[in-house]
């Protein structure tokens, strides 16, 4: 079986690279160069000229707060070309696994967000990637939309490799702890891609939304206390509050995820974040 994948460079693209083997699959991956997601059509003749046997896009625009001033240029990439994408697909008959976010919840506490529950992006990026999960839908034919949150590697920029670098020039630290959210590894968002394109391919298991984040939920705070505990960094991690840090771009409160259709669905579990940061920790860490 062989997958096309649009991105190369990024957490999830890089382990779906490394994952494809493991799984008996080719993983053929498309950088910028390659395929660019400012252009739509690009991005559908790419599909059209593949050989492969399904396609995952693990590219987007991720830049939270840059995106309020550029929605326009994260419009095309979030949305327009995984239309785009999702139509090529649905013309060649080839299942499509697109990953989506938290972002496009408001965030309001309270249970963990169902694939159902009502969306209210609370800033241009989520808005942007609420609009490609309905163009993707949209286009009719067999797709999953993956909505996973907190994502974090070893190497790429993220939570846990920013907080393994402040720690070693600081250490007292200021952390977030009123908002909440399920840590998730970006190798395992791999292999779930990767299980539900083989999946989709046997006919087996449900298209739509489904969610797809690390367990147990925790705060950012919380968070960082973990990754200075596994890495035994002393660092003293004080809870502070949203309204204490503010960003150009609002972050949800609430960014658990009840994964419970991707377990019924693909038989896919919420993986152990803290099993993912040992390994990570062993693995870059002095
Ligand atoms: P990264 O930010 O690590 O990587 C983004 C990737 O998209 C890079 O490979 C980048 O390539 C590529 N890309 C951006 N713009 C273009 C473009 N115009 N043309 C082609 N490629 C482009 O993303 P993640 O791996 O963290 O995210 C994967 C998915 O998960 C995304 O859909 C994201 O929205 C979603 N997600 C991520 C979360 C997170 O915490 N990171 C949380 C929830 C969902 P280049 O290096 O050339 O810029």
């Known amino acids: 079986m062989k997958i096309l994948v649009f991105g190369e460079t990024g957490q999830v693209a890089r382990a779906l690279a490394v994952a494809g083997p493991a799984h008996g699959i080719t993983v053929h991956t498309l950088n910028r160069t390659q395929s660019d997601l400012s252009d739509p059509a690009a991005c559908a003749a790419a599909i059209m000229a593949t050989d492969a046997d399904a396609v995952i896009n693990a590219a987007a625009w991720t830049a939270v707060d840059a995106a309020e001033v550029q929605e326009d ?10 239309g785009a994408m999702a139509q ?8 499509f696994v697109h990953i989506s976010t938290d972002y496009v919840f408001d965030g309001t506490p309270g249970a963990p967000w169902t694939p159902a529950a009502p969306t209210g992006p609370l800033g241009a990026y989520g808005r ?27 190497q790429g920029k993220n939570f846990v490799t920013t907080m393994l670098r402040l720690s070693e ?58 990754i200075f505990a596994t890495a035994g960094r002393v660092v003293t991690v004080t809870d502070i509050t949203t309204a204490d840090y503010p960003t150009t771009a609002a972050r949800p409160a609430n960014s658990r995820l009840d994964c419970s259709s991707l377990t019924a669905s693909f038989g896919i579990a919420r993986p152990d974040w803290q099993a993912a940061l040992d390994r990570i920790i062993t693995e870059t860490q002095p």
């Open 88 to 95: 090529a697909c649905a013309t060649r008959g080839l299942p």
């Open 73 to 82: 240029a994260a419009q095309i990439i979030n949305a327009d070309s995984p």
């Open 128 to 154: 942007t990637k609420l609009a490609g999960e309905r163009a993707v839908l949209d286009a009719g034919g067999t797709a999953v939309v993956l909505r996973t949150a907190w994502v974090f590697d070893g």
């Open 169 to 226: 020039t600081r250490d007292a630290l200021n952390v977030v702890a009123d908002q909440t959210g399920g840590p998730t590894p970006a190798d395992a968002i791999a292999d779930a891609c990767l299980t539900i394109a083989q999946k989709l391919l046997d006919g087996i298991g449900q298209g739509g939304i489904h969610h797809f984040s690390g367990t147990p939920d925790v705060s950012w705070a919380d968070f960082a206390r973990a």
